[in-house]
């Protein structure tokens, strides 16, 4: 089994920035796919950004709206995905989930995939 754990949200003021850890416990492998989901009130859970742990390149995947403003990085030794959120606005408030998963598609915004946080909720103020 794989444990996700997240943590760094909070309330911030617009054009403000959070960082979103995530990390990872239990089962390992060679090689797996970190990301970050968001759903905010009233709408469907949408991908956000995913990056290649362990031993692959650290190819990263964005949805194309949010790239720019947000950043994901790794720390393999700490099986920590990291989510740099720059220049937030209202639209960003949301819960955040951690994900984790073998492989991701191609068409990252399709991913699915099958371990999940609990989930961090960012609130940004106008």
């Known amino acids: 089994q794989v444990q996700l754990v997240e943590s760094g949200g909070g309330l911030v003021q617009a054009g403000g920035s959070l960082r979103l850890s995530c990390a990872a416990s239990?089962?390992?492998?060679?090689?797996?796919?970190m990301g970050w989901f968001r759903q905010a009130p009233g709408k469907e859970r949408e991908f956000v950004a995913a990056i290649m742990m362990g031993l692959s390149s650290g190819t990263t995947y964005y949805t194309d709206s949010l790239k720019g403003r947000f950043t994901i990085s790794r720390d393999n030794a700490k099986n920590t995905v990291y989510l740099q959120m720059n220049s937030l606005k209202p639209e960003d408030t949301a819960v955040y989930y951690c994900?984790?998963?073998?492989?991701?598609?191609?068409?990252?915004?399709?991913?699915?995939?099958?371990?999940w946080g609990q989930g961090t909720q960012v609130t940004v103020s106008s």
């Open positions: 994900a984790r998963d073998p492989r991701i598609p191609k068409i990252a915004t399709m991913w699915a995939p099958g371990y």
């Open positions: 239990g089962r390992t492998v060679s090689s797996y796919a």
